[in-house]
């Protein structure tokens, strides 16, 4: 299932669709740009001396929130930035030689989730700067996020973990792809996982040992991160007490579905104050 709600953000921080508020279904969407950050050129060779620590082009982060909370990721595959241009017509993802070194022109690579999943801040970011004369910068394009309200557990006693084995996730196939000891840390164990399938499907997951008690564990980033069917994504978690066999946990989004912003940004410096 699929909602697309339709934003107008002006330099005035003012929402339009025909309603002051944008309605998905029951929840209310609203979106506010939060930031703008742009970097000249620096000094010297390669990241020698950089203004404001980054490479040269702008970079403006905006925040979305729903009303309703659910918000679960950001999905960056299907999102797009159609345009991003100043008022002069200076196509600010357009660029002469490769001056981005955080990814490629669009999206920035590390959105953030509040803690109650009613807000998520992501960065919109171009390679090139604004012409001396421009006062707004322009933005055009959409918006894919992750939304459920409503999880399952399930329950897998006893796994051997040194034995591949596959792990009941819900919508997703997840098993056992790596055990032993992690590249680095203090940790005595690291346990990977290979997830075919939207790896965002999964909330959490826990791992205890034959006593039933948690053990602590840390999530590493994935190795190969994406989203749709087809993807196929490593990831690791770190564990504070080292065990051959241990029940794991999972968590998953039963009711995740897709919300499409459409997004159509005008801001200059002043962020509406």
Sequence with gaps: MKTTIYVI?????????????????EQEITVKVAGVRVAG??????????????????????????????????????????????DKGTDLLASTEKKFFMGTPGF?????????????????VGDTTPG??????????????AVGTKTKTAENKDIDLSAKAKIEAGPVDLKISEVGKPQWGDEPLSVAFEIKGNPSAIKELKFFDGEGNEIKSYIGMPISPGFGEKKTVKQEYWLEKKVSKATIKVTYWVDLRDVEVALKIKTGVGLGK
């Design 9 to 25: 953000l002006t330099g005035a921080i003012l929402f339009s669709c025909g309603i002051a508020r944008c309605w998905a279904a």
């Design 41 to 86: 050129k620096g000094y010297g060779e390669g990241y020698e001396m950089r203004p404001l620590n980054w490479a040269e082009g702008t970079t403006v982060s905006v925040l979305i929130v729903r009303a309703g909370g659910g918000i679960v990721a950001f999905d960056k595959d299907k999102s797009k930035i159609t345009r991003m241009t100043d």
């Design 108 to 124: 920035g690579s590390f959105p953030k989730t509040s803690k109650d999943t009613k807000a998520i801040l992501i960065e919109v």
């Design 132 to 145: 001396a004369d421009a006062k707004v910068i322009e933005i055009e394009g959409t918006v894919v996020l």
